[in-house]
């Protein structure tokens, strides 16, 4: 086992440069862990982004060796081989400052999308009886378990190519909607998401399934939506 | 220093802060409402990393006042009684809202009806949940809403002094550092909120999200208000100790594990829990806890300085299903949990202590508001696992109610007291003036300090020492500096003002902790092990008073149930 890591870590905004440090290597580290040392200990002006520590707020993404990742779980002997260590801000988000990027965009495509629940029904309702193994809440909960780490929309190509692509996240979120007997919601979804950047440019590169840390597939949830775009197109429900 | 104004402002973005916004937006659309959060809009905080659930007495079987016996049970009669009644009342509404307004997606029996789990120290499995993630389903869900309301967000915003007003008449709003730019803003309003949920992560080992640092506690206290139950740190018993410079190190490993028979091994390999307790590894969390601290004293230690966790026995490939998450987070930092041995330590979680209110989340400053973990009395000594994020939704929608009609009576935010807002700004900048030094060998001090002396089992030569100990760490700090640097998105300013709130609160937690001459529910002390009597319960509070800590106690209020009684009509019923 080597005793120090080489790492080099991307400083500046958009424009800047990788700036090379040696962190001692330990049994256990992560990433996250990688970037923090060099923080406290080598240069005190290191901006990155973390909260929760496990995988749950989806606050530290970055771009590890070229692949998009959640750092806080990605142990570093997972990734360097032995070899060097490059880790930069995700892709496709204008970087603030070093590894923090500014996620204004990808949650603003969320609600463009209207890839938020509409309500039927009141707190003063009885909640909806809904078994847990019809189709559609199966298909629903496959979706459903989402932490906005943007790691999806940094991998997607389309996104890069297409600045209206609404996401791989936003459209998932859209498609366990779509399976949510209790939503009101869905007339207007349907439009948003088969307007121009929605699921329909999706290109099924499946970079997305590749890269969620959650094993989630934004992919078929695109899939599932362009049938049910198509299919109300054919039906003259969408013009 | 830029001024902006808003009719109501609301400090956090976990629960608490996001029901708020809700509430007070949809009660008064006309009122501007403001969030502001110390990292990205509900994803820092600790609700989001929910993953028990959220009690409510929702069965037919199950009943509030069968829920609120469990509270006050389970806090060992501490709890201020009228917070837990309105907790255990208001949860059966505000579950209606998340589930039908909401839209949050929980669990169903095959019946189709909402599915409650057992957890520890309930007398009904009423814990409602999504898998073992459901504070990402509820945040991720209530994130969804208030995106779509006209709520303006200052993210990345971190708050730093409460302003009262220059009249003395309340407050008049909140002075931040916006962390991106490393600018001073201040936000005047007619109410305030403060939820940006405690957080004991002054102690070596912890699991809250690590840009928690008790910074709300920290600013009530320097406006003068009162804090009560301090002392009342809980202590989770399996925290992954993955050694020294790694932020895996703290972090929960499930209740479920020791509930399912994962057997606790010392350092010899020995099931220590097995010969202390009927219930083993299955006892309370307070207890397991204790046992493993006692191990870590005799030195019966893992190479890590903990003790192991095995669930081999229960089968590998079965352990593999029934904890999917837990196994694969422990395998991504190199842990194999089905198979192999896990080191793990006790690591504080939650503080049940906070800022004295009213059960309308009204505080004794007119206009500043509070609810969620900063907000004390709720939980008294122990807080049951899924009451936490019950409580957290349950006040921050009574404040957001409470807050849209306060302000809605007020023409505009009180005039800032310019004395206070200068000083302020003057904490802040402090490190500046001084020369650079090692500001983490401080911060590794003061959770050394609190894990010795303040931990899971005190003494009161260990909680003097950590008394003489903090008030070094206090000079210290003063002394050491930052160099002169890029302010914008300077982590280490902002560790630096971290490490000063965790050293203000750790002060209270220490001499509230002496104050306490017995041992209840999180506290116990080896002087004093017995939990004295109910019937004289007292609650410690403490209060910045000119630079001085007043500690003092009051007694605890029986107004729904007395000591020796119930309010469950079957037990009753049985008793006569």
């Known amino acids: 086992m080597t005793t120090t890591h080489k790492v080099s870590i991307w400083r500046g905004g958009a424009e800047g440069d990788y700036a090379h440090y040696d962190v001692p290597a330990r049994e256990s580290q992560t990433v996250l862990d990688v970037v923090t040392y060099v923080q406290r200990h080598l240069d005190p002006t290191l901006t990155y982004r973390f909260a929760c520590r496990v995988g749950m707020c989806g606050s530290c993404a970055m771009t590890v060796n070229g692949v998009p990742r959640w750092t806080c779980r990605t142990h570093v002997s997972k990734v360097t081989g032995g070899g060097e260590l490059k880790i930069g801000p995700l892709a496709n988000m204008p970087v603030i400052k070093d590894l923090a990027c500014d996620m204004t965009e990808f949650f603003e495509k969320w609600q463009k999308a209207q890839s938020r629940f509409i309500p039927t029904k009141t707190r003063k309702n009885p909640m909806e009886p809904i078994k847990p193994d019809t189709p559609a809440r199966v298909a629903a909960n496959a979706g459903i378990e989402c932490i906005n780490c943007g790691v999806c929309y940094a991998a997607c190509d389309t996104v890069r190519w297409n600045a209206d692509y609404l996401g791989p996240a936003a459209l998932n979120r859209a498609w366990t909607l779509a399976n949510d007997e209790r939503d009101g919601g869905w007339a207007d979804r349907l439009k948003a998401v088969s307007d121009h950047g929605g699921c329909h440019s999706c290109r099924s590169h499946q970079s997305c399934e590749a890269h969620c840390p959650n094993q989630l597939n934004p992919a078929a949830s695109i899939a599932g939506l362009k049938r049910l775009s198509t299919s109300a197109y054919l039906k003259g429900e969408l013009k | ?576």
């Open chain 2, 1 to 576: 220093m830029e001024r902006i104004e808003t009719d109501i402002l609301i400090l956090g973005s976990g629960g608490a802060g996001l029901f708020a916004a809700l509430h007070a937006k949809d009660a008064r659309p006309d009122l501007s409402v403001t969030i502001a959060t110390k990292g990205l809009l509900g994803k820092c905080g600790c609700t989001r990393m929910v993953q028990g659930g959220y009690n409510v007495a929702l069965n037919p079987g199950d009943s509030i006042e069968r829920h609120f016996m469990d509270t006050i049970v389970g806090g060992k009669w501490l709890p201020h009684q009228g917070m837990a009644w309105t907790l255990c009342e208001t949860a059966v509404e505000r579950i209606h809202e998340l589930e039908n307004e909401v839209g949050c997606f929980f669990d169903r029996n095959p019946d189709g009806s909402m599915h409650g789990k057992a957890f520890a120290g309930q007398t009904f499995d009423r814990t409602v949940h999504k898998g073992d993630l459901t504070g990402i389903e509820i945040i991720g869900r209530l994130l969804e809403q208030v995106w779509a309301r006209d709520v303006a967000k200052l993210e990345e915003h971190r708050a730093i002094g409460l302003i009262p007003a220059a009249d003395g008449g309340g407050i008049s709003g909140v002075l931040f550092i916006d962390i991106r730019t490393g600018a001073f803003r201040f936000v005047a309003a007619k109410a305030v909120l403060m939820a940006t949920g405690g957080g004991p992560t002054m102690y070596r080992y912890h699991t809250p999200s690590g840009d928690k640092s008790m910074d709300g506690l920290a600013m009530a206290l320097r406006a003068g208000l009162t804090l009560r139950d301090m002392e009342m740190v809980q202590f989770h018993p399996t925290g992954l100790l993955a050694g020294p410079d790694t932020r895996m190190t703290g972090t929960v490993l499930e209740e479920g594990l020791r509930g399912a028979g994962g057997y606790l091994l010392n350092g010899e390999g020995e099931r220590f829990m097995a010969s202390q307790e009927e219930k083993a590894e299955r006892a309370t969390r307070d207890i397991v806890s204790r046992s493993i601290y006692r191990e870590m004293q005799e030195g019966r230690t893992t190479p890590n300085g903990g003790v192991h966790i095995a669930m081999s026995h229960l089968g590998a490939d079965d352990v593999r299903v029934r904890f999917k998450g837990m196994v694969e987070r422990c395998a991504d930092c190199g842990f194999d949990l089905a198979g192999g041995l896990v080191e793990v330590v006790p690591t504080a979680h939650y503080l049940m202590g906070g800022l004295v209110c009213e059960t309308d989340t009204s505080t004794a400053m007119p206009g500043l508001y509070v609810a969620g973990e900063d907000a004390g009395g709720a939980h008294g000594s122990n807080r049951l696992g899924g009451n936490g994020v019950a409580n957290s939704t349950v006040f921050g929608g009574i404040a957001g109610d409470v807050m849209a009609d306060y302000a809605a009576g007020r023409s505009a935010p009180a005039e800032p007291d310019e004395t206070v807002l200068a000083d302020e700004m003057a904490r802040a900048q402090a490190p500046f003036t001084q020369p650079a030094d090692d500001l983490h060998a401080l911060r590794d001090e003061l959770q050394d300090v609190m894990w010795d002396g303040v931990g899971v089992i005190r003494t009161p030569d260990g909680m003097q020492q950590a008394t003489s100990q903090l008030d070094d760490l206090a000079g210290k700090l003063n002394q050491t500096g930052l160099a002169d640097m890029d302010l914008r998105f300077n982590l280490t300013w902002h560790d630096w003002l971290n490490v000063q709130s965790l050293i203000e609160t750790s002060q209270v937690i220490t001499r509230t902790a002496l104050q306490r001459k017995d041992s209840r529910g999180a506290h116990f002390r080896e002087d004093f092990p017995d939990a004295g009597v109910p019937e004289e319960s007292r609650f410690t509070t403490a209060q910045l008073d000119s630079g001085e800590l007043v500690i003092s106690d009051e007694p605890v209020e029986f107004s729904h149930v007395r000591p020796g009684e119930t309010l469950l009509k079957d037990d009753i019923a049985a008793a006569e």
